[in-house]
């Protein structure tokens, strides 16, 4: 049986999506990162950058989300285009690219200088924030005239979506006002949060208990940079 390797950031989440969608049976396997379980020499063992999600199913073990998402729904034929040559295909491969480089690296140092980075702070969060927005608003123009990131058609590149859509108000610090900006995207939220499938992903949160407190053993393995601040 598969194996995945999970917390419930965005990014485990796309992979949770995907595996309830396609109906996989799979082993949710949970990794404490507040407590430093990604350092562990057996998850260093499936994935050596010390991050969720990985995957191991029988001889395959992948890591990082949006190459897990490619491979699966290419192995299954399901929610991906797959003609190489195909004008489908060459879109997919550019939202889900600007997934993995844009929306997931800016939302989260929006999230990391917002909630957690010690002052001062004023020039990171300002850079992040503009461009956690900027990434954003695309997407919400994007979407202003498509039922889907890719039109039509629900895709991988909508479960990316998904798994940082989830948490927006919280990654720009905009609450309830978030979704007056965005109604594009949450339109989009809306219609994935509706399927059965994002519901048993979500569900997936009350399998494991995760630490919750962001102490200092937290900040440590969570933020290991920092150590070189104290020398």
């Known amino acids: 049986m598969l194996k995945f390797f999970y917390n419930t950031a965005p990014n485990p989440m796309k992979v949770a999506l995907l595996l309830e969608e396609l109906g996989l049976p799979y082993e949710a396997v949970p990794v404490d990162t507040r407590k430093g379980e990604q350092f562990a020499p057996s998850y260093l063992a499936v994935n050596p950058n010390a991050k969720v999600p990985a995957i191991v199913d029988g001889e395959v073990t992948m890591f990082d989300s949006n ?4 491979w699966l729904a290419e192995r299954e034929g399901r929610f991906v285009p797959t003609d190489p040559r195909s004008p489908e295909r060459a879109r997919m491969l550019s939202w889900l690219m600007f997934i993995a ?30 461009e956690a927005h900027r990434h954003w608003t695309l997407l919400d123009k994007h979407l202003a005239d498509r039922e889907f990131m890719l039109g ?24 309830d006002a978030t979704w007056e900006r965005y109604a594009n995207v949450k339109r989009l939220l809306d ?41």
């Open 67 to 70: 190459a897990i998402l490619l």
């Open 101 to 130: 480089s844009g929306i997931g690296p800016f939302s989260g140092q929006s999230v990391h200088f917002r909630h957690a980075a010690p002052e001062p702070k004023e020039y990171a969060l300002n850079r992040y924030d503009f």
């Open 152 to 175: 039509a058609d629900y895709s991988i590149v909508d479960m990316a979506f998904w798994g940082w859509a989830r948490m927006l108000p919280y990654v720009l610090g905009t609450g």
């Open 191 to 231: 219609t994935i949060n509706a399927r059965p499938a994002a519901q048993r992903a979500d569900a997936i949160k009350t399998r494991h208990a995760f630490k919750a407190e962001m102490d200092d053993e937290a900040r440590k393995h969570l933020f290991p940079s920092n150590e070189r601040l104290k020398r």
